[in-house]
Antibody
Framework: EVQLVESGGGLVQPGGSLRLSCAASGFTFSSYWMHWVRQAPGKGLVWVSRVNSDESSTTYADSVKGRFTISRDNAKNTLYLQMNSLRAEDTAVYYCAREYSGYDYWFDPWGQGTLVTVSS | QSALTQPASVSGSPGQSITISCTGT?????????VSWYQRHPGKAPKLMIYDVSKRPSGVSNRFSGSKSGNTASLTISGLQAEDEADYYCCSYASSTTSYVVFGGGTKLTVL
């Protein structure tokens, strides 16, 4: 079964850091582009970041550029999101998602999400 | 404010058909056949229902269909079933933004 499972969310103070992980199984992880998408409470989905299959290219939403870093370990079938200088507005459920092929612009599957709460 | 506009809620009775709209601009929905739709039940992972405006992934019921006219994409669910009650999100490539894709704000479907 193709599956993505996020972990690493929690409560963190403003200005703090957190690293999210997304464990992939059931497919050849190293062949796919991967993404992070988030949803703040009561809001819609927002794309956060993307990494290509060999980590040679990454892109970020303007709102997180310079603070978040996406990475992957293809040997461990795991995607990461290092989040620094966290702000209250970063509070959200964070989902990892697989893009079928580069520049397809659709995602399947998604993980169930991990909640990040930034609050003092 | 989401980039794509969806109605906050729609409802229908079992067996009926409903349509959820997703309105964008000529920089996204109107110019590219790169619209996808996702279903999300509470606490569950979003699930791809439609991609490339009207293509249905393997395993998705043929009661789900997608279309586009101008700057508005639509998701139609026919023969409504109780299990269709969920949140639905549209998504599109957008040339006018540095964001890889843009999403709608989501529509809550209630099966009466």
């Amino acid at each position: 079964e193709v599956q993505l499972v996020e972990s690493g969310g929690g409560l963190v103070q403003p200005g703090g850091s957190l690293r999210l992980s997304c464990a992939a199984s059931g497919f050849t992880f190293s062949s796919y582009w991967m993404h992070w998408v988030r949803q703040a409470p009561g809001k819609g989905l927002v794309w956060v970041s993307r990494v290509n299959s060999d980590e040679s290219s990454t892109t970020y939403a303007d709102s997180v550029k310079g603070r978040f870093t996406i990475s992957r370990d293809n040997a461990k079938n795991t995607l990461y999101l290092q989040m620094n200088s966290l702000r209250a507005e970063d509070t959200a459920v964070y989902y990892c998602a697989r893009e079928y092929s580069g520049y397809d612009y659709w995602f399947d599957p998604w993980g169930q999400g991990t909640l990040v709460t930034v609050s003092s | 404010q989401s980039a794509l506009t969806q109605p906050a809620s729609v409802s229908g009775s079992p067996g009926q058909s409903i349509t959820i709209s997703c309105t964008g601009t000529s920089n996204d929905v109107g110019s590219y056949n790169l619209v996808s739709w996702y279903q999300r039940h509470p606490g569950k992972a979003p699930k791809l229902m439609i991609y490339d405006v009207s293509k249905r992934p393997s395993g998705v019921s043929n009661r789900f269909s997608g279309s586009k006219s101008g700057n508005t994409a639509s998701l139609t669910i026919s023969g409504l079933q109780a299990e269709d009650e969920a949140d639905y999100y549209c998504c599109s490539y957008a040339s006018s933004t540095t964001s890889y894709v843009v999403f709608g704000g989501g529509t809550k479907l209630t099966v009466l």
